[in-house]
């Protein structure tokens, strides 16, 4: 049997963090389903008033397609789980202030003897690491 993960990430505006994670993550936004000119447009077909989609895909089909779907509720609290974006220690400086103009806000950077890594938050507030 083949299994293949899709992450799904409730949040306010499906649009805006599908763009921003297409660019930190180096994937492309998914064309709207057959049929439809946008995302938007298949929103108000298939979706309740207000709800809302958009998708990132790997343009290389290795990576995990992430789904935006959007919900009433606001995010509080911390994630109880997060995304690590592993790009290698010596990339992660670079890579927190590629972010930062990109709409990420950058938490803290913990550096040890075994690991050097950045704490960010997406433009919603969901927390992930760059390592």
């Given at each position: 049997m083949d299994r293949r993960?899709?992450?799904?990430?409730?949040?306010?505006?499906?649009?805006?963090?599908a763009r921003f994670?297409?660019?930190a993550l180096g994937y492309e936004v998914e064309t709207a389903p057959e049929g439809f000119a946008s995302?938007?447009?298949?929103?108000?077909e298939y979706g309740a008033p207000g709800e809302g989609w958009s998708a990132v895909v790997d343009p290389a089909g290795v990576g995990p397609r992430v789904l935006f779907h959007s919900v009433p509720e606001v995010k509080?609290?911390?994630?109880?789980?997060h995304l690590d974006v592993r790009i290698g220690r010596a990339?992660?400086?670079a890579e927190v202030v590629r972010l930062g103009a990109l709409?990420?806000?950058?938490?803290?950077?913990?550096?040890?003897?075994?690991?050097?890594?950045?704490?960010?938050r997406d433009p919603e507030g969901n927390e992930f690491c760059v390592c």
């Open positions: 993960i899709q992450i799904a990430v409730d949040c306010a505006d499906p649009g805006r963090l994670w297409a660019q995302w938007h447009e298949f929103s108000l509080t609290g911390k994630n109880r789980w990339n992660v400086d709409g990420a806000s950058h938490l803290r950077t913990v550096a040890d003897e075994s690991d050097y890594y950045a704490v960010l």
